[in-house]
């Protein structure tokens, strides 16, 4: 299994999570607004997400997720992260993203999501999982719009120790198994 180290979509350039983008990586895990549907809270220093990003790299070498930190084509400036996060080579993973407040609602996140089916069904994934927070519509809708149903409510979902939200599980089938 060989995920792309880089995507390109129209305005978007998807690369390889590194540590040197963990600076960037604050703008939106220290914002309340970003993370609050999020399962972690907000990241209270740059230090706080250096440590998280080293974490993520330690899931990538691993082999259990891959990270992409996502930046404009033109310019470079940071818009966020995406991820296939507990792949299970030939059957399926869960998607992840999250975007720099000051980039929602311009259509990033459909780049960014048809960019994870894309990487998804080149290393001939047959599903993808996403668990959101039921009251994160504009992700709801956007996962929609690509090919994801909900499968699954989650009431009172522990998202970390003595924190519940309600969750939803959605699901976008790439192939049928035995295809």
Known sequence: MTLPAECRTPR???RTLAA???DDLFSA???PEVMVHWDAPRDSSPA???AVTESLLAEMRSGASMYWAVRLSAGGDFVGICDLGEIRPGE????GFMLVR???GRGFGNEVVQSLLSCARAIDLKLLTARIHSENQRSQHLLSKSGFQVIDELPRYEIRPGVFRDCVRLQCILRAAGS
């Open 12 to 14: 978007l350039v998807l």
């Open 20 to 22: 040197s983008d963990s």
């Open 29 to 31: 895990r220290g914002d």
């Open 48 to 50: 706080e997400t250096a």
């Open 92 to 95: 399926s993973a869960d998607v």
């Open 102 to 104: 000051a980039f929602w």
